[in-house]
């Protein structure tokens, strides 16, 4: 981590402008996960936390995390499987019996229809991909408004792909930029509760998610050599700016798409 985001964590332990707030983050992997990032982030800002995990393969990677972030809920969710999310959220109903953030950091397609071309996705794949990627994050702002009583923000994870082609996202684009328009919908619908809905869209990252993509190396070391401040961003960059629309100083804004790539998505 660079020295300006030492002092900025700095600045978030100081302020810990989020104490007594509850953030539901689903979507940690491990320590890269952009998910982490952003729940450490909300920790350090003085919020509590509900971490969940994919599945037991995966919960190894996750519950030290959960434990290092005291997580008061720890539980698994794979929102592919009917009622996990439905049960993370009775979780919460029944310990805080409120909510305030909710991240929604997962996406997900078959490998053989995220690595081959759009035109020759199955329906299979498309449905999957769209189910995982986008209308989960639906199904979780169904659930958390009713928590949300006293307002609320919602964060989704995108990508520029959502807007212009990259290549090689291939299927992923489509997807994202439903996901971007059910963000701006979803912003539509809540904003008499008080809830404000945000899409967070971090450039290229070193994540496990990510690695999927063919050529991904090559798409990082573009981002370096194009993006205007030249570096990669981290999920320490991801964490402060979801932080950052969770709090006061964000109350006026909703249904944005918020870039976080060092200017990358400005360049033609």
Known sequence: MNDQLMTLSDVAVQSQILHGKRALVIG???EHSIAYGCARVFRQLGADLAVTYLNEKARPYVEPLAKELGATIFAPCDVGCGGELEAVF??????WGSLDIALHSIAFAPKEDLQGRL????DEGFKVAMDISCHSFI????????????????LAMSYHGANKVVPNYNLMGPVKAALESAVRYLAYEL???HVRVHAVSPGPLKTRAASGLKDFDVLLSEAIE????????????VGLTAAYLTT??????????????????IMA
């Open 119 to 122: 035109i020759d996705s199955s």
């Open 139 to 154: 199904r979780m702002a169904r659930l958390a408004e009713p928590l949300m009583r006293d307002g609320g923000t919602l």
């Open 191 to 193: 904003g008499d509760k």
């Open 90 to 95: 009775e979780q919460i109903r029944e310990a």
């Open 226 to 237: 194009r993006a205007p401040i030249g570096e990669l961003v981290d999920i320490d960059d």
């Open 28 to 30: 940690i992997a491990n």
């Open 248 to 265: 006061p100083f964000a109350r006026r804004l909703t249904g944005t798409v918020t870039y976080v790539d060092g200017g990358l998505s």
